[in-house]
């Protein structure tokens, strides 16, 4: 079964891909290069004062996330209604039934 890429599809998996990556894995060692907190969660202490907030933004990260899901969910949308167009080679050819 050959399987055949086309720019759109291309596009979809880097663009999608890359925002993924970019909100868990880079803004991750983002994250862990700036040092604690590394929850999503401010530190306080005893007296509920915040002694300490994560470099970026959690919202930022989830969003980066949330649209290369986005992105995914568009993409196999499109494939759904788009039609699929035979390959020249492989022609269709009727074959006899013993």
């Known amino acids: ?4 890429t086309t720019v ?3 596009a979809a ?7 993924m990556l970019l909100g868990v894995v880079v803004l991750g060692i983002v994250e862990i290069l700036a040092g604690k907190p ?10 509920g004062e915040i002694i300490a907030t994560p470099m970026v ?5 989830t969003g980066l996330v949330l649209a290369g899901i986005l992105v995914l969910a568009l993409y196999g949308g499109y494939r759904l ?6 390959e020249a080679g492989a022609a269709q050819h009727e074959i ?3």
């Open 81 to 86: 209604v788009a039609p699929v167009k035979n």
């Open 57 to 61: 933004d959690p919202t930022l990260r």
């Open 8 to 10: 759109i599809d291309k």
């Open 96 to 98: 006899t039934a013993d």
């Open 1 to 4: 079964m050959q399987q055949h």
């Open 13 to 19: 998996m880097a663009l999608s891909g890359g925002l």
């Open 38 to 47: 590394y929850s999503a969660a401010p530190l306080t202490n005893d007296a």
